[in-house]
T-cell receptor, first 113, second 111 residues
Framework: NAGVTQTPKFQVLKTGQSMTLQCAQD?????MSWYRQDPGMGLRLIHY???????DQGEVPNGYNVSRSTTEDFPLRLLSAAPSQTSVYFC????????????FGQGTRLTVV | KQEVTQIPAALSVPEGENLVLNCSFT??????LQWFRQDPGKGLTSLLL?????REQTSGRLNASLDKSSGRSTLYIAASQPGDSATYLC??????????FGKGTRLHILP
């Protein structure tokens, strides 16, 4: 049982490049979410999904897109990377949104130069 | 807009002491509150989950309480050990389906 898997673990991008951060879970969880963690800022919610085909914006959605075509996968797309998007990104999943434990991936450390 | 605050931001205590970490939130319309631990450079590990209808949860030396009406939660760590050194984060799951985190408390247990 792999849990929540994020790839890649590290990435360096040039300003203006695009890329997709992958997140996959094998627990058949309905709820998935993306966060960024910056020093002194805690984790901030970027986008979330309560089920396949449904996505919504979190606290800091600008510059990021998501899709949820399957229950298992929830990729995060940076369309045109900016230095302000340098951060550590975490993906999480939970069985549902009503009161169940959230499980986190190990994170992707992204640097935009 | 939900805001989650954790006090203190950092804490150092001698090994063996009991300690309390605090978390407050502004909107009581939540499904649950969860406490996490994060070691440097690592992901988050769930410690305790308290449903909105519950008052407390216990796991080993950890006890978390929830007072939804006052918007407060505490994480009590008994007989602290150097291995407890980490950042502790609390997060609430709002009824608008958003999980909002506090900024965390950095805990250092002195041997």
């Amino acid at each position: 049982n792999a849990g929540v898997t994020q790839t890649p673990k590290f990435q360096v991008l040039k300003t203006g490049q695009s890329m997709t951060l992958q997140c996959a879970q094998d627990m058949n969880h309905e709820y998935m979410s993306w966060y960024r963690q910056d020093p002194g800022m805690g984790l901030r919610l970027i986008h979330y999904s309560v089920g396949a085909g449904i996505t919504d914006q979190g606290e800091v959605p600008n510059g990021y897109n998501v899709s949820r075509s399957t229950t298992e996968d929830f990729p995060l797309r940076l369309l045109s990377a900016a230095p302000s998007q340098t951060s550590v990104y975490f993906c999480a999943s939970s069985p549902d949104r009503f009161g169940t434990e959230a499980f986190f991936g190990q994170g992707t450390r992204l640097t935009v130069v | 807009k939900q805001e989650v605050t954790q006090i203190p931001a950092a804490l150092s205590v001698p090994e063996g002491e009991n300690l309390v970490l605090n978390c407050s939130f502004t909107d009581s319309a939540i499904y649950n509150l969860q406490w996490f631990r994060q070691d440097p450079g690592k992901g988050l590990t769930s410690l305790l989950l308290i449903q909105s209808s519950q008052r407390e949860q216990t796991s080993g030396r950890l006890n978390a309480s929830l007072d939804k009406s006052s918007g407060r939660s505490t994480l009590y760590i008994a007989a602290s050990q150097p291995g407890d050194s980490a950042t502790y984060l609390c997060a609430v799951m709002n009824r608008d389906d958003k999980i909002i985190f506090g900024k965390g408390t950095r805990l250092h247990i002195l041997p």
